[in-house]
Nanobody, 122 residues
Framework: VQLQASGGGLVQAGGSLRLSCAAS????????MGWFRQAPGKERELVAA????????YYADSVKGRFTISRDNAENTVYLQMNSLKPEDTAVYYC????????????????WGQGTLVTVSS
């Protein structure tokens, strides 16, 4: 599975961005999809995850109520809508895919896309 993330950029605090992650290849085997982020000097953090059906989602406490993960299986694309952005949301965001179901809070993923940089100015 190949993953291509896009949509990052520079935004002012309080603004919004939508990240997209297009999957290609053996997408039939993908189950969970997730978005991670990594800020300078910090560990990579699972931000949100979604089941294959889209019926179940997970959010880190730091983004609950502000971020929304969704997917369009017909387009093999996962989205992360980010609202009310804060400077502490500044990071490189990565999308990832997992072959197995597992719990949505799991950080175990099999495929990774390249990162897309999100910068939130104060």
């Amino acid at each position: 599975v190949q993953l291509q993330a896009s949509g990052g950029g520079l935004v002012q605090a309080g603004g919004s961005l939508r990240l997209s992650c297009a999957a290609s290849g053996r997408t039939f085997s993908v189950y969970r999809m997730g978005w991670f982020r990594q800020a300078p000097g910090k560990e990579r953090e699972l931000v949100a995850a979604i089941s294959w059906s889209g019926g179940s989602t997970y959010y880190a406490d730091s983004v609950k109520g502000r971020f929304t993960i969704s997917r369009d299986n017909a387009e093999n694309t996962v989205y992360l809508q980010m609202n009310s952005l804060k400077p502490e949301d500044t990071a490189v965001y990565y999308c990832a895919a997992a072959r197995s179901s597992g719990v949505l809070s799991s950080r175990r993923y099999d495929y990774w896309g390249q990162g897309t940089l999100v910068t939130v100015s104060s």
